[in-house]
């Protein structure tokens, strides 16, 4: 017996809130297909609040072994929906993909900004190549922060990107001492 009661809105708003990605396991479309799964069970008296429901992949949520979920389509028409299902799922992933892209270009033009002002479009693809990546590591922050410092130091002038990399470097190395 399928019991999936959460509406296709809460449904949605969950995967958003979660990325589109198993918090169990951290699978994503197209790869699997994702359900929500009650923290607290709802045999056990669990809500179908958004605060009570988590992304899980088919394998994850079918483990709790709380409910069995009878995952194939017994009709043409459960057939199709899950198919509609699998797009929208996708399509939500697609978007989550393409906001994290460009918020990670936004970040790293003003990082570039810092270090050629209104130049920033002569930016060999390099660097930018390299920013992002700190970016991803540190925050944009913590990136800023160093082309400042990098920018600040008496360095010649070919020696600026090398510098920034290198305080970058020593924040990465901090924070992986710091997690131990
Ligand atoms: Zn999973």
Redesign the pocket.
């Known amino acids: 017996m399928k019991r999936q009661t959460v509406s296709k809105k809460t449904r949605f708003e969950v995967f958003k809130r979660d990325a589109f990605t198993?918090q169990?396991?951290?699978?994503h479309p197209p790869g699997?297909l994702l359900h929500v799964d009650h923290i607290h069970p709802v045999a056990e008296g669990g809500t179908n609040e958004i605060d009570n429901l988590v992304t899980?992949?088919e394998?994850?949520n079918a483990g709790k072994g709380a409910r069995l979920l009878n995952v194939a389509p017994e009709t043409l028409a459960q057939k199709a929906a899950q198919v509609a299902e699998r797009e929208a799922q996708l399509q939500g992933y697609a978007e989550i993909l393409e906001a994290k892209r460009q918020r990670l270009d936004a970040d790293a033009w003003r990082v570039l900004e810092v270090r050629y002002g209104k130049d920033v479009k002569t930016a060999p693809r390099t660097e930018i190549t390299s920013i992002k990546r700190f970016i991803e590591k540190l925050g944009v922050h913590e990136v800023l922060e160093a082309m400042d410092i990098a920018m600040g130091s008496r360095v010649s002038e070919w020696k600026v990107f090398r510098y920034f990399c290198g305080v970058c470097w020593n924040k990465v190395r901090e924070q992986e001492g710091g997690a131990d």
């Open positions: 198993c169990y396991c951290g699978a699997v899980a992949c394998p994850c």
